[in-house]
């Protein structure tokens, strides 16, 4: 090969080479050591760091709820206010770009351990506000970022003072307290930041952790069931011996009442008996003093005793026989003594006890 053509391959070769790297160091200039110390521990990514614009005209329209930090010669000179602001232009700078609304930072997943040596993976949300943009420049960089990390460590550590079942069962007094240990650091003094609350988004404990959780729910629903049926069985039982017992009282009460409605009858019948015998026995013996009556009631005793004669004779095997059978006048005669010497001992009787 021709040693002029091998040299300029080669040349063409290290041109090809150095040109793209020439190119690519012109194109991202090397930043400042300022620039590099204010973007320590920040990402290109991050949403929330606002990028501050550039004074190229002198003309800025502030939005509201946001605050421009402005430097001269690096020394800080002022807040811009929400509207419109003139700055010297190339001589002022707006240094940092704040927003002053309430920001919700998420809190990514970290592993800490409970007081029962029990490892879980927690996350969160924490709401912070910008009250001070001056501090919030010049107290600490990146402010944001610090309070991020503040809150995962106080997170850690407030886990660590409780159990596994606290963790599910007090989330709000564990929210409570780990905003209070951020708040307790000088936030606002020394960082311009408001932390405002704490909410923990998911806990996540371990497989074996999960499957004893689960087991022990099932072990809780199968006693809560148990509970229930025995309760069932008991309030059924109790209402089944409440129902007999209102049943065997009613029926109590009724047979009661049923006794004492039958006596009630009972006397009623008696009495109303006895009134009806007493007026009988009236009417007769008003009969018996009127006109003929002592010979109509001497008559109608004759002929009973024939009867009774009569029926003596029917229901019994003995019979009695009148000392004249074939002579009935007898037997009315005989009759009719009885009934006087009935009548005479009467109504001696009687006039004994009106005497």
């Known amino acids: 090969m021709n040693p002029l053509k091998q040299i300029s391959l080669n040349n063409i070769k290290s041109l090809s080479l150095v040109e793209p790297l020439k190119l690519i160091n012109l194109s991202k200039p090397k930043p400042s050591i300022t620039q590099q110390v204010r973007n320590l521990?920040?990402?290109?990514?991050?949403?929330?760091?606002?990028?501050?614009?550039?004074?190229?005209?002198?003309?800025?329209?502030?939005?509201?709820?946001?605050?421009?930090?402005?430097?001269?010669?690096?020394?800080?000179?002022?807040?811009?206010?929400?509207?419109?602001?003139?700055l010297?232009?190339?001589?002022?700078?707006?240094?940092?770009?704040?927003?002053?609304?309430?920001?919700?930072?998420?809190?990514?997943?970290?592993?800490?351990?409970?007081?029962?040596?029990?490892?879980?993976?927690?996350?969160?949300?924490?709401?912070?506000?910008?009250?001070?943009?001056?501090?919030?420049?010049?107290?600490?960089?990146?402010?944001?970022?610090?309070?991020?990390?503040?809150?995962?460590?106080?997170?850690?550590?407030?886990?660590?003072?409780?159990?596994?079942?606290?963790?599910?069962?007090?989330?709000d007094r564990l929210n409570k307290n780990i905003l209070g240990?951020?708040?307790?650091?000088?936030?606002?003094?020394?960082?311009?930041?408001?932390?405002?609350?704490?909410?923990?988004k998911d806990v996540t404990p371990p497989e074996g952790v999960k499957v004893a959780m689960q087991l022990q729910a099932e072990a809780e629903r199968r006693k809560r069931a148990q509970i229930l049926e025995a309760e069932g069985l008991r309030e059924s039982n109790t209402n089944v011996a409440h129902g007999k017992r209102s049943a065997v009282i009613l029926e109590s009460e009724g047979a009661k009442i049923n006794q004492v409605n039958r006596a009630r009858g009972e006397a009623e019948a008696i009495l109303a008996a006895t009134n009806a015998t007493a007026k009988g026995i009236l009417e007769v013996s008003k009969?018996?003093?009127?006109?003929?009556?002592?010979?109509?009631?001497?008559?109608?005793?004759?002929?009973?005793?024939?009867?009774?004669?009569s029926e003596i004779a029917k229901e019994t095997t003995t019979t009695l026989v009148p000392s004249k059978v074939g002579d009935p006048a007898a037997m009315v005669a005989q009759a009719l003594n009885i009934y006087k010497s009935l009548n005479g001992s009467t109504g001696s009787k009687i006039m004994t006890a009106a005497q």
């Open 88 to 171: 010297i232009p190339l001589i002022d700078k707006i240094a940092y770009a704040h927003s002053l609304k309430e920001q919700a930072i998420p809190i990514s997943d970290q592993t800490a351990t409970t007081v029962d040596n029990v490892p879980i993976v927690i996350d969160g949300v924490l709401y912070i506000k910008i009250i001070d943009p001056f501090l919030a420049s010049y107290g600490i960089e990146n402010p944001i970022f610090a309070v991020t990390q503040l809150a995962q460590t106080t997170m850690r550590s407030e886990l660590g003072k409780i159990t596994l079942d606290k963790t599910f069962e007090e989330r």
């Open 287 to 309: 009969a018996i003093t009127g006109k003929c009556g002592i010979e109509a009631s001497s008559l109608r005793i004759a002929e009973q005793y024939i009867e009774a004669y």
């Open 181 to 200: 240990a951020i708040n307790n650091h000088p936030l606002k003094t020394h960082w311009g930041l408001e932390c405002l609350r704490y909410e923990i």
């Open 41 to 86: 521990g920040t990402s290109r990514s991050d949403p929330h760091k606002i990028k501050p614009p550039r004074n190229l005209l002198g003309i800025h329209f502030v939005p509201q709820k946001r605050a421009y930090v402005v430097e001269r010669f690096g020394k800080f000179i002022q807040i811009l206010q929400p509207g419109l602001n003139f």
